[in-house]
C-alpha cells in the first residue's frame, strides 16, 4: 500500500525559506508523477508543482520562480523548497503521487502546515 509522508512545515515571516519533504513508500514509484498541492483556510486545494519521473516539472503561476520541486529516485523522496514566502501561502500542504498514465492524483499524504506572518 503506498503511503506518503511529509514533513518540514512550520512557522516562518514574510520572506523566509522552508523546505519541504515526502517519502514514499509501499509501491515502485517509477513512471509516477509526484506533486504539491495545498489548501488555505476556507479555499479549495490547489495545485502547487509536479515533478514527473524523468525530472520534469510544472508549476502554478503564484509560486513560479519563488517554489522548487525536487526528486531523489533512489530515495523515493520529493522536496519543495519555498523562498520569497508570502502571508498568502499559508496553507496546508499535501504531497501527491500518480501514475504517469492516469489523470487524477489517488495517493495523498496527511499534509503540514505551512504559516506565514507579516
Known amino acids: 500500500q503506498v503511503q506518503l509522508v511529509e514533513s518540514g512545515g512550520g512557522m516562518v515571516q514574510a520572506g523566509g525559506s522552508l523546505r519541504l519533504s515526502c517519502a514514499a513508500s509501499?509501491?515502485?514509484?517509477?513512471?509516477?508523477?509526484m506533486a504539491w498541492f495545498r489548501q488555505a483556510p476556507g479555499k479549495e486545494r490547489e495545485f502547487v508543482c509536479g515533478?514527473?519521473?524523468?525530472?520534469?516539472?510544472i508549476y502554478a503561476d503564484s509560486v513560479k520562480g519563488r517554489f522548487t520541486i525536487s526528486g531523489d529516485n533512489a530515495k523515493n523522496e520529493v522536496y519543495l523548497q519555498m523562498n520569497t514566502l508570502k502571508p498568502e501561502d499559508t496553507a496546508v500542504y499535501y504531497c501527491?503521487?500518480?501514475?504517469?498514465?492516469?489523470?487524477?492524483?489517488?495517493?495523498w499524504g496527511q499534509g503540514t502546515q505551512v504559516t506565514v506572518s507579516s
Open positions: 509501499g509501491g515502485t514509484f517509477t513512471n509516477y508523477v
Open positions: 501527491a503521487a500518480r501514475r504517469a498514465a492516469i489523470r487524477e492524483y489517488n495517493y
Open positions: 515533478i514527473s519521473w524523468s525530472g520534469s516539472t
